[in-house]
């Protein structure tokens, strides 16, 4: 099993509609949560970060978290053709520098 | 605009040959991160630097692969000899002590085809 797991997709969703992506992970004591936006051909950028159980919302982007579930997932709103990428999820543990990624949603908005 | 730099930024080489990347991180960071990226392994890290000193390089296969901090503007990662399942993308990222994803900061990216 791998340590972060993500659904490859490709995830299609219609412009103007919400986009669901979901990441569940293995170790129990991993406690700080990051979604990266991947354009194709480019380097990862982080969009969100979470640290409690519950939702965090920054614009149109929503994160969740439930870590007795293992669970963390982003929503965005109102979608646009400019959100089509790949979004990665990544996981550590408190002061530990090390990110462990998922393989990534490849997610395409369809105008 | 402070920005990670990476050179080269595409690099085709033959079997056998020695590969060479190098990152500049952001002038201030003294934590540094190499990872390499493939469509079925997805990101993983290679190994990271503080203060110039390597803290964990277990995800590098060692028989090929060797990363060095020269001095705290320059990081280095060499493949020797190459081989074609290296191939993939390489990122450099750098942030400060005790950064987390929130302030990880990646380069460009050097694209490696060994032929």
């Known amino acids: 099993q791998k340590e972060v797991e993500q659904n490859s997709g490709p995830l299609s969703v219609p412009e103007g509609a919400i986009a669901s992506l979901n990441c569940t992970y293995s170790d129990r004591v991993s406690q700080s949560f990051f979604w990266y936006r991947q354009y194709s051909g480019k380097s990862p950028e982080l969009i969100m970060s979470i640290y409690s159980n519950g939702d965090k919302e920054d614009g149109r982007f929503t994160a969740q978290l439930n870590k007795a579930s293992q669970y963390v997932s982003l929503l965005i709103r109102d979608s646009q053709p400019s959100d089509s990428a790949t979004y990665l999820c990544?996981?550590?543990?408190?002061?530990?520098?090390?990110?462990?990624f998922g393989t990534g949603t490849r997610l395409t908005i369809i105008p | 605009d402070a920005r990670v730099t990476q050179t080269p930024r595409h690099k085709v080489t033959e079997m056998g040959q020695e590969v060479t990347m190098r990152c500049q991180p952001i002038l201030g960071h003294n934590t540094v991160f190499w990872y390499r990226q493939t469509m079925m392994q997805g990101l993983e890290l290679l190994a990271y630097?503080?203060?110039?000193?390597?803290?964990?390089d277990s995800g590098m296969p060692k028989d090929r692969f060797s990363a060095e901090m020269p001095d705290a503007t320059l990081a280095t990662l060499k493949i020797q000899p190459s081989e074609p399942r290296d191939s993939a993308v390489y990122f450099c990222?750098?942030?400060?002590?005790?950064?987390?994803?929130?302030?990880?900061?990646f380069g460009p990216g050097t694209r490696l085809l060994v032929l």
């Open positions: 990544a996981v550590n543990n408190f002061g530990n520098e090390k990110l462990t």
């Open positions: 630097f503080r203060n110039r000193a390597p803290l964990d």
């Open positions: 990222a750098s942030g400060l002590p005790g950064t987390s994803g929130e302030t990880q900061y």
